[in-house]
């Protein structure tokens, strides 16, 4: 019997009902500020991956599904979303018509990671994006809208970690002086800090190695060399939180694990969960569109971890087991045609509706009614048939009513349907 790859993961019912809920509540609550859905493909230009996340990232030197396409061009199914994002805005020139455009995307993201609890191959990512406005109080109002949407979803232990990565004027001397700091400490490190002291110093502050953490410990902060006008935007940011009644935290050795990331960086967390216990990030990334090859354009954005979401939520609000609202149970050839007919328009007409074609006996019938949890059963026989009236009966009331066959489907979709 062929198994599923390591990593991977089936989602069945009833705990597709549980994304579904979450999915909807996404929907209809980023679209109340604004925001449209965009559907990018999970197959891009490898090339896309490696300028905007950056070559030396653990995502790009080992996590992503890379592999050669045609005309000698390296395809990578997608890690995380924004790169693709920022891709069709430029591709199709969204900028042209209104610079400024609010997007979401909700969808599947692949990276060869450890599989663990929680944590797989291929991972769904909620994911909203903003160009073309470079306010500090549209920082805010992202944060927020995040916020509210978990509190929707009755997550609770929420915290707002902040920090800001200052910009290309400010950020080397920090670099620099970070460098110097973490060279003198390089035998604390591990094997891909030490990598990365050479290459990318400040993704030695994300480092969760218990040793490289104690190195860090005492690590100058982002914060103290931040220029004025990334001063200025930062306090904006925490005042416009606070105007919001939004509890954050100020961290300095939060950084964002992908280096397109300028000022504004943040993680929500929550008590609900263990070590793992990060379910969005974000911030801006105000260079990224015009590294791509688009316009000037400022950016910010976010990913929730859907996964973790829902095991957060399923645990409050287990998915029940829904059966059909009716069930037909057709005793012979002609009551079966008669059902399947039945069933389909009663379908179209709103009613949760199933059909039993096997054949079997209705002790049988009934039985596996009672096991799919049908809220009804619809009896049709050749004693039905001759009286031209069908037995609709409740499973929980036992209950039972005579319907005319010229009315059962006005008479179930007016008295079933929803």
Same mark, same amino acid.
């Given at each position: 019997?062929?198994?599923?790859?390591?990593?991977?993961?089936?989602?069945?019912?009833?705990?597709?009902?549980?994304?579904?809920?979450?999915?909807?509540?996404?929907?209809?609550?980023?679209?109340?500020?604004?925001?449209?859905?965009?559907?990018?493909?999970?197959?891009?230009?490898?090339?896309?991956?490696?300028?905007?996340?950056?070559?030396?990232?653990?995502?790009?030197?080992?996590?992503?599904?890379?592999?050669?396409?045609?005309?000698?061009?390296?395809?990578?199914?997608?890690?995380?979303?924004?790169?693709?994002?920022?891709?069709?805005?430029?591709?199709?020139?969204?900028?042209?018509?209104?610079?400024?455009?609010?997007?979401?995307?909700?969808?599947?993201?692949?990276?060869?990671?450890?599989?663990?609890?929680?944590?797989?191959?291929?991972?769904?990512?909620?994911?909203?994006?903003?160009?073309?406005?470079?306010?500090?109080?549209?920082?805010?109002?992202?944060?927020?809208?995040?916020?509210?949407?978990?509190?929707?979803?009755?997550?609770?232990?929420?915290?707002?970690?902040?920090?800001?990565?200052?910009?290309?004027?400010?950020?080397?001397?920090?670099?620099?002086?970070?460098?110097?700091?973490?060279?003198?400490?390089?035998?604390?490190?591990?094997?891909?800090?030490?990598?990365?002291?050479?290459?990318?110093?400040?993704?030695?502050? @994300? &480092?969760?190695?218990?040793?490289?953490?104690?190195?860090? /410990?005492? +690590?100058?902060?982002?914060? $103290? =060399?931040?220029? %004025? @006008? &990334?001063?200025?935007?930062?306090?904006?940011?925490?005042? /416009?939180? +606070?105007?919001?009644?939004? $509890? =954050?935290?100020? %961290?300095?050795?939060?950084?964002?694990?992908?280096?397109?990331?300028?000022?504004? +960086?943040?993680?929500?967390?929550?008590?609900?969960?263990?070590?793992?216990?990060?379910?969005?990030?974000?911030?801006?990334?105000?260079?990224?569109?015009?590294?791509?090859?688009?316009?000037?354009?400022?950016?910010?954005?976010?990913?929730?971890?859907?996964?973790?979401?829902?095991?957060?939520?399923?645990?409050?609000?287990?998915?029940?087991?829904?059966?059909?609202?009716?069930?037909?149970?057709?005793?012979?050839?002609?009551?079966?045609?008669?059902?399947?007919?039945?069933?389909?328009?009663?379908?179209?007409?709103?009613?949760?509706?199933?059909?039993?074609?096997?054949?079997?006996?209705?002790?049988?019938?009934?039985?596996?009614?009672?096991?799919?949890?049908?809220?009804?059963?619809?009896?049709?026989?050749?004693?039905?048939?001759?009286?031209?009236?069908?037995?609709?009966?409740?499973?929980?009331?036992?209950?039972?009513?005579?319907?005319?066959?010229?009315?059962?489907?006005?008479?179930?979709?007016?008295?079933?349907?929803?």
């Amino acid at each position: 019997m062929i198994q599923l790859v390591r990593g991977f993961k089936d989602i069945l019912p009833p705990e597709t009902t549980v994304w579904q809920s979450i999915e909807d509540t996404a929907r209809r609550h980023f679209e109340n500020f604004g925001f449209r859905e965009i559907r990018p493909p999970v197959l891009e230009q490898a090339a896309l991956f490696q300028r905007s996340i950056g070559e030396h990232t653990d995502i790009v030197e080992k996590e992503m599904y890379t592999f050669a396409g045609s005309r000698d061009t390296l395809l990578t199914l997608r890690p995380e979303a924004t790169a693709s994002v920022v891709r069709a805005y430029i591709q199709h020139k969204i900028y042209a018509a209104d610079p400024a455009a609010r997007f979401y995307t909700i969808g599947p993201m692949f990276r060869k990671e450890r599989p663990q609890k929680g944590r797989y191959r291929q991972f769904y990512q909620i994911n909203a994006e903003v160009f073309g406005v470079d306010s500090p109080y549209m920082d805010a109002q992202l944060i927020y809208m995040c916020m509210t949407f978990f509190r929707r979803l009755s997550v609770s232990g929420l915290q707002v970690h902040l920090n800001s990565l200052g910009c290309p004027e400010c950020r080397p001397a920090f670099r620099q002086k970070l460098s110097e700091m973490l060279a003198g400490r390089a035998e604390n490190l591990c094997p891909d800090c030490l990598r990365r002291l050479e290459k990318n110093p400040l993704r030695v502050l @994300d &480092c969760k190695v218990p040793a490289c953490r104690e190195a860090v /410990a005492d +690590a100058p902060s982002m914060l $103290d =060399f931040l220029c %004025d @006008d &990334c001063g200025q935007h930062f306090r904006t940011v925490q005042a /416009a939180l +606070a105007d919001m009644d939004i $509890d =954050f935290q100020i %961290d300095p050795r939060l950084v964002r694990g992908l280096d397109y990331y300028t000022r504004t +960086a943040f993680e929500i967390q929550t008590s609900e969960l263990g070590a793992q216990n990060a379910v969005a990030g974000g911030g801006r990334y105000d260079q990224l569109v015009e590294m791509l090859g688009g316009p000037a354009q400022p950016a910010i954005g976010f990913a929730i971890g859907l996964d973790r979401l829902v095991e957060l939520f399923a645990a409050k609000f287990p998915a029940p087991e829904t059966g059909p609202d009716v069930f037909f149970l057709p005793m012979g050839e002609a009551a079966r045609e008669r059902a399947a007919k039945w069933s389909s328009q009663l379908a179209d007409a709103g009613v949760r509706v199933e059909a039993d074609f096997s054949g079997r006996s209705l002790k049988a019938l009934m039985r596996r009614a009672d096991r799919m949890g049908a809220a009804r059963v619809l009896i049709v026989g050749d004693q039905e048939l001759a009286e031209n009236k069908a037995v609709l009966r409740d499973m929980k009331t036992r209950d039972q009513v005579a319907v005319p066959m010229d009315r059962l489907v006005a008479f179930i979709s007016e008295h079933v349907g929803r």
